[in-house]
């Protein structure tokens, strides 16, 4: 390689020095100790010089287009040569009511200070403005990189999802961007790429055409670099999240948030963060409270016969039951109060309740024995007279509350990968004893269930043969057909690790597949420290979709990507209303096979997304 061989005498003498010297970086109370802030080692340091080039600070746009610059992780520490530094002009389209995203990145060969960025207001027709304090920027953070026990059984592995790009480092850890830390500046040491997300929203109100501002970048006290910015806004427009017909299910555990946030279960501080992170689900659209009605629905066989939770914080039951030796008896009162508080931060309105089926484990029950005052936890036969007759009585009370409450019609019993022949046993009794129910059951699993759910999400194994006829006859009937990626496939995905355009491309596979939306598990099962022990059992992220902020949310680029997929949705929906056909118009089904076209983001070409979206735009205002 005849670059590195030139460069390389040049920057040793240099760097060694830099390697041996770079600090921590601090800024203001904020002290950053995670390993992304770490000295680098000095063959790390030649590396990464260069691939800048040159020992001065410099800027870049991710993939050279600051449309698509936000569809590519940038590593922390480049090994090849910078891509997007010749860029000296920033374009975006938009359209009214919705959040575009874009990347400029950082780098020096000294330690950099107070690293921020500057929007100017821009100017449209007619004198009209888009305020640049409206634009949100965000930094991009770095968790280590670390293998899962998944890897080794079952799920894809670091190598399988990442193509080395996203993730960098000296092993001692590799490191990769991921969280959005929200602050006003971040110091970045030297030889280390710092990224700076910005998320532009568009009034609902805004004129459409063109318009012109500035972004500045500063360090040090000093503007390091100034683009002229252009936005051109479409006469379109996407709905509120409250009104999105994309059909997002993303399954949340509240218990999490209280051992993240250091409060106690259940205190009121910990209702005051629950309702923070349910503002957040509901900006992208969330369509279900997910609830618990027995204790740790995920209990998870491990070897040797012992159980344990497959989430670091098990779930408990939302539901209080309680046996006096010849009835059970059921307390909803912290259900409700759940199901109430999602409300009113927007969720909703259909509830989920797991789970009447164990996950890879034994059929149990989990109660208070009255007469004594213990926690009981009994083995019983699937079909079996006490299972029955606990799940008899569970589903008569359930209905007799949901009745009083007005939350029947709302209500879906919810499973999770339970074979069909199990779902059967399930659905028996629930036709027996409260077929109110029989068209109100939720299958996150195989299409063999297809039957049984009204409400089905297909793994991805089986999406193939959820034809869009299948799709389309379930619609008419009124069922809802979504799909589901978690440690597997490779790709497309939304791992930590995942290329980002992955996460950008979910709701176009949908869209694609004439399918409603889009379940993920899970919103927020994070370990005890995800920033620095981010591994559980799961490969990387695929427990979690945002990390424990301050106060509430810390978002990711998985979960911006995945809202302005879901918008992208929206559009095309609005579309196929607009040409009302038996049949996609030539243009749309071009426009969603250009956006789906290789589902391995380490080898898509950025640009498809961008040029899908603009033939939906152009079809939309044309």
Do not use: C
Not at 262 to 286: C, M, P
Not at 498 to 517: H, K, Y
């Amino acid at each position: 390689m005849g670059r590195t061989s030139s460069l390389l005498a040049g920057f040793v003498a240099g760097v060694v020095v830099a390697a041996s010297t770079t600090a921590i970086a601090v800024t203001g109370t904020n002290t950053d100790t995670g390993p992304d802030s770490k000295a680098t080692t000095t063959w790390l340091t030649v590396k990464v010089a260069d691939a800048m080039g040159t020992r001065d600070t410099i800027t870049w746009v991710p993939t050279g287009s600051f449309a698509g610059s936000a569809e590519e992780r940038v590593p922390r520490y480049p090994m090849t040569a910078i891509q997007g530094q010749d860029t000296k002009e920033l374009a975006l389209s938009a359209v009214r009511n919705e959040q575009v995203s874009a990347q400029l990145a950082i780098a020096s060969g000294h330690d950099l200070g107070n690293v921020k960025a500057v929007v100017g207001d821009l100017t449209g027709p007619g004198g009209a403005k888009l305020s640049g304090d409206d634009t949100r920027v965000r930094f991009v953070k770095y968790v280590p990189v670390q293998r899962s026990k998944s890897e080794v059984d079952w799920s894809a592995t670091i190598d399988q999802v990442s193509s080395g790009k996203e993730v960098s480092g000296d092993r001692n850890p590799d490191v990769v961007g991921d969280p959005l830390e929200e602050r006003s500046s971040v110091d970045v040491p030297a030889y280390a790429a710092q990224p700076l997300w910005f998320t532009f929203h568009i009034p609902e109100k805004a004129r459409p055409g063109t318009y012109r501002g500035t972004v500045k970048v500063d360090a040090d006290g000093r503007t390091q670099a100034s683009y002229p910015l252009t936005i051109e806004v479409a006469d379109a427009s996407a709905p509120d999240s409250d009104d999105y017909g994309f059909f997002l299910d993303v399954w949340a555990q509240p218990e999490t948030i209280a051992q993240a946030h250091g409060v106690k279960l259940w205190s009121d501080q910990h209702w005051k963060l629950i309702e923070a992170y349910n503002r957040d689900l509901a900006t992208r659209g969330q369509k279900v409270i997910n609830t618990t009605i027995v204790d740790n629905p995920w209990h998870h066989q491990w070897s040797l016969g012992t159980r344990e939770s497959q989430t670091a914080t098990p779930y408990s039951s939302m539901v209080g039951w309680t046996w006096n030796g010849k009835t059970f008896s059921f307390d909803f009162a912290r259900w409700d109060r759940y199901v109430r508080a999602a409300r009113r931060a927007g969720l909703g309105p259909d509830i989920g309740a797991f789970s009447m089926l164990a996950f890879q484990d034994k059929e149990h029950l989990t109660y208070t024995d009255t007469r004594t005052g213990k926690s009981v936890y009994e083995n019983v036969d699937l079909g079996g007279d006490r299972w029955r007759e606990a799940w008899g009585a569970f589903l008569s009370a359930f209905e007799k509350h949901l009745k009083a409450k007005g939350w029947l019609e709302d209500t879906w019993l919810s499973f999770d990968e339970r074979p069909i022949d199990t779902m059967r046993v399930v659905k028996d009794l629930v036709h027996e004893v409260a077929p109110v129910f029989d068209d109100r059951i939720s299958v996150a699993g195989s299409i063999s269930t297809e039957g049984v759910a009204s409400n089905l999400s297909v793994d991805w194994g089986g999406i193939g043969a959820m034809t869009k006829e299948k799709a389309a006859e379930r619609r008419a009937a009124g069922k809802i057909t979504t799909f589901y990626v978690y440690g597997s496939p490779a790709h497309p995905n939304t791992l930590a690790y995942s290329p980002a355009v992955e996460s950008r491309m979910l709701p176009w596979i949908s869209a694609q597949r004439n399918l409603d939306g889009f379940l993920r598990w899970s919103y927020n099962s994070w370990t005890r420290d995800p920033f620095t022990q981010p591994v559980h059992i799961f490969t990387q992220g695929d427990e979690y979709l945002v990390y424990p902020g301050k106060d509430g949310p810390m978002s990711s680029i998985r979960w911006e990507q995945l809202k302005e997929g879901v918008e992208d949705y929206e559009l095309i929906a609005q579309l196929r209303k607009k040409e009302a056909g038996d049949a996609d118009s030539d243009a749309l089904a071009e426009a969603l096979a250009t956006a789906t076209r290789n589902l391995d983001g380490r080898t898509k070409d950025v640009t498809d997304i961008e040029t899908a979206r603009a033939a939906v735009v152009k079809g939309l205002t044309s």
